[in-house]
Nanobody
């Protein structure tokens, strides 16, 4: 019933910037949380940033001061502005959201996007 579609990944040089977008579509009653995870080859998937309804944001220590998460509630979209990118930021970035598809019953579930590749290299 709910789909998350990411966009904005690509190849950038160290120190560059990218802006990721994730739009939720389908049957959406309410969104509790939207955020971003990333996974590099050989590594476990790790949380990067999230924002809860009400605007409370959380960042991994590794990206604090460089990444900014924001939302557009009218579009059911979450963004991740990534500045001063480093090679260690290279990973597949996944959008994640906790969404209730319908109001009755109001049941929240985790949804995941397909992932978008971010490569930081010279």
């Amino acid at each position: 019933q709910v789909q998350l579609v990411e966009s904005g990944g690509g190849l950038v040089q160290p120190g560059g910037s990218l802006r990721l977008s994730c739009a939720a579509s389908g049957s959406i009653s309410s969104i509790r949380t939207m955020g971003w995870y990333r996974q590099a080859p050989g590594n476990q998937r790790e949380p990067v940033a999230s924002v809860k309804s009400g605007g409370i944001t959380t960042y991994a220590d590794s990206v604090k001061g460089r990444f900014t998460i924001s939302t557009d509630s009218a579009k059911n979209t979450v963004y991740l502005q990534m500045n001063t990118l480093k090679p260690e930021d290279t990973a597949v970035y996944y959008c994640q959201a906790i969404i209730a598809a319908v109001a009755r019953p109001l049941v929240f579930r985790d949804y995941w996007g397909q992932g978008t590749q971010v490569t930081v290299s010279s």
